[in-house]
């Protein structure tokens, strides 16, 4: 079973920046949709941004479109979410999942990784 690792969240002060990065140790990635979801406590589970199978195609929530981009390195086996320009709502816990279909509902996702905490503030 195919299983996802999030790193890279951490504490930043409102302006900062974070890579986060998605990896999958014994299965190839190449084949997954990747996509990236936040949840803050008390609130609905959001759609950040998602990129194609060979990361032609990418997806972003417009409440982080110009901020934050989204690629994947399948050499490395690993897909990324590069956050610039932070906010205090951004505050979250940020989760990848592999799917079928670049899309920002978490329907099309059957492999969820655990997820790592972004914070955002001064």
């Known amino acids: 079973q195919l299983q996802l690792v999030e790193s890279g969240g951490g504490l930043v002060q409102p302006g900062g920046s974070l890579r986060l990065s998605c990896a999958a140790s014994?299965?190839?990635?190449?084949?997954?949709?990747i996509g990236w979801f936040r949840q803050a406590p008390g609130k609905e589970r959001e759609g950040v941004s998602c990129i194609s199978r060979g990361g032609g195609s990418t997806n972003y929530a417009d409440s982080v479109k110009g901020r934050f981009t989204i690629s994947r390195d399948n050499a490395k086996n690993t897909v990324y979410l590069q956050m610039n320009s932070l906010k205090p709502e951004d505050t979250s816990i940020y989760y990848c999942?592999?799917?079928?279909?670049?899309?920002?509902?978490?329907?099309?996702?059957?492999?969820w990784g655990q997820g790592t905490q972004v914070t955002v503030s001064s």
């Open positions: 014994e299965f190839s990635l190449d084949y997954y949709v």
């Open positions: 999942a592999a799917g079928i279909s670049c899309a920002l509902g978490p329907r099309p996702y059957e492999y």
